[in-house]
Structure formats: C-alpha cells, structure tokens
C-alpha cells in the first residue's frame, strides 16, 4: 500500500516528508478556508497567519508513523526536527516585539 519510499529509514526521507506534508496540508486547509468564505462569509481561523501553524499539525502523523508503527528513528527524527524549524521560524516571523 505505501510506497518503499517512505519505509526507508535515512533522514533525508524524513526532511522530504516533513517539507512537503505541510506544504500540501497548507492548500488544502487555503482551499477550504476561501471555499467557506465564498459561501458563508467565514474564514476557517481568526487571521491567516494561523493556516500556518495548523498546517506544522499535519506532521504529527508520519512523526507517529516513523517513530511508532514502523520503528524508523532516523526518518521521524528527520520530520520532528523540520517540525521545529518550521514552527520556530513561524513564530520569528509573526510574532516579533
């Protein structure tokens, strides 16, 4: 069912799959904010920003999936260390004082 390619247990794996999964969830999540305001006048979150944050959510699954189901450290270290860069420059980014 799953590619061999996400089975494999190197860290690169684990940085592809913690870029893009975000990235991915972030346009759907987009989609379906502006699908909500064409239709009902309201946005998914209070300020856009916050699609960003619940997009860095999304990693949680192939986190699970390495760590847990599959035993591979090396991938899901890989995706846990892209999820911290990318809610750690969410927040330089939009919450400077």
Do not use: C
């Amino acid at each position: 069912m799953i590619p061999s390619f996400f089975k494999k247990d190197n860290y690169i794996t684990g940085l592809l799959v913690g870029l893009i999964l975000p990235f991915a969830f972030y346009g759907v999540v987009w989609l379906i904010d502006m699908l909500l305001f064409s239709l009902f006048y309201v946005h998914l979150t209070r300020q856009t920003h916050y699609l960003y944050l619940l997009s860095a959510a999304i990693n949680v699954v192939p986190i699970r999936y390495y760590l847990v189901n599959i035993k591979a450290e090396k991938s899901g270290i890989g995706v846990l260390v892209i999820t911290g860069i990318y809610i750690l420059s969410y927040f330089f980014m939009f919450y400077q004082a």
